[in-house]
Nanobody, 125 residues
Framework: QVQLVESGGGLVQAGGSLNLSCVASGRTFRSNAMSWFRQAPGKEREFVAGVDWSGDKTAYLDSVTGRFSISRDNSRPALFLRMHSVKPEDTAVYYC??????????????????WGRGTPVTVSS
């Protein structure tokens, strides 16, 4: 059974940093892109960052470019999101997801068959 488990969320002050992790079990995803999505209270879920199967190519939501960094470790397998200079508008539940394709940057949720349950991030002003 495939499982994605996120961790690392919590409360952080604006301007601070947070590191999210997602560990996959049940199968390897070496041929699949992986992404982080988030859903803020009262809003639709949105794509935040994606990385291709190799870890070489990445894609980001414009508002997090330069502040967030996505990476992966295919030996585990695991996905990471380093968040720097966080803002109150980054407050959301963050989800790890595995794409059916190998390329990074797909923003369509229907292209992600596997999802974690999410880890909440709250940024205080």
């Amino acid at each position: 059974q495939v499982q994605l488990v996120e961790s690392g969320g919590g409360l952080v002050q604006a301007g601070g940093s947070l590191n999210l992790s997602c560990v996959a079990s049940g199968r390897t995803f070496r041929s699949n892109a992986m992404s982080w999505f988030r859903q803020a209270p009262g809003k639709e879920r949105e794509f935040v960052a994606g990385v291709d199967w190799s870890g070489d190519k990445t894609a980001y939501l414009d508002s997090v470019t330069g502040r967030f960094s996505i990476s992966r470790d295919n030996s585990r397998p695991a996905l990471f999101l380093r968040m720097h200079s966080v803002k109150p508008e980054d407050t959301a539940v963050y989800y790890c997801a595995v794409c059916r394709f190998e390329f990074a940057g797909s923003r369509a949720e229907y292209e992600y068959p596997y999802w974690g349950r999410g880890t909440p991030v709250t940024v205080s002003s």
